[in-house]
């Protein structure tokens, strides 16, 4: 069981309205209490892009395009999942998968237990950054015609709302016309390729995610930083840049 209604005063005075015309029917002296709903106050404060969907146990419970306060009904404790998203919509409330050859969506997500064991309870949302730009500046020899064009691929194809965690699937994307893309969060040990691909097919591959993790790169962090990286094409090496790097590094093609 599961409403929603905008809270317009601050959580807890809309908890206390609304929860106050929801428990109505039980508030008769001595009455079983243990079927009656549990009334969460959901704070959206500083959201850093809207609009931003609110799930309550995988279910749709809100939207919010401001600041503001979401009131939830859900079926009365131990406790319910929560979770917030913006930029991509998950495809069953549960994990937001993206579809092979596209990049990753611009990803804002949240997810949290709250207590709801009794009439009420509250919860602030935190939308974290789950995406980052990879930003590629190729560098070719005197001279150099070919046509080519420069992918990513990873064993990373998305973010799961219910765990709090990457997914796990095939993931492919070209960067566009000025060498740039977006890529998911990703497990510090998954596998994470460039490829530079020309008409005939992929001429060489780099393992950037080896270069990020010799690097310092930090894929549990809270928000992802940005990625720049020098692709130099006459020399076949790969140099990452940019302040979110420990040290440089340089990697040969891998053959």
């Known amino acids: 069981m599961m409403r929603f209604a905008a809270g317009r005063r601050g959580c807890a005075a809309a908890a206390v309205l609304y929860g ?21 106050a959901v704070e959206m404060r500083a959201l850093p892009v809207s609009p931003v969907r609110l799930f309550a146990n995988g279910l749709p419970a809100g939207e919010a395009l401001r600041d503001t306060c979401l009131t939830v009904l859900v079926s009365k404790g131990p406790r319910a999942l929560l979770a917030a998203v913006s930029g991509a919509l998950p495809a069953d409330g549960t994990a937001v998968r993206i579809p092979y050859g596209s990049e990753a ?32 500046e190729p560098v070719s020899p005197p001279g150099w015609a070919q046509p080519f064009k420069v992918s990513v691929r990873g064993s990373v194809d998305g973010w799961s709302l219910s765990a709090g965690e990457p997914t796990d699937g095939p993931f492919q994307c070209t960067l566009d016309a000025g060498f740039r893309c977006r890529l998911p969060r990703q497990r510090p040990e998954s596998e994470l390729w460039l490829d530079v691909v020309m008409p005939e097919g992929v001429v060489r591959s780099f393992p950037l995610g080896e270069a990020l993790a010799r690097s310092g790169y930090d894929w549990t962090a809270p928000d992802l930083a940005d990625i720049g990286l020098l692709l130099d094409l006459s020399v076949s090496e790969l140099r990452l840049s940019g302040g979110s790097f420990r040290e440089p590094v340089t990697l040969p093609l891998e053959i």
């Open 105 to 136: 969506p611009p990803l804002y997500a949240w997810q949290a237990w709250a207590d709801c064991s009794g009439d009420t309870g509250a919860a602030t949302v935190r939308l974290r950054r789950h995406y980052c730009t990879l930003a590629l």
């Open 20 to 40: 106050s015309l929801v428990w109505a029917s039980c508030d008769v002296v001595k009455e079983d209490r243990r079927d009656c709903p549990c009334t969460l």
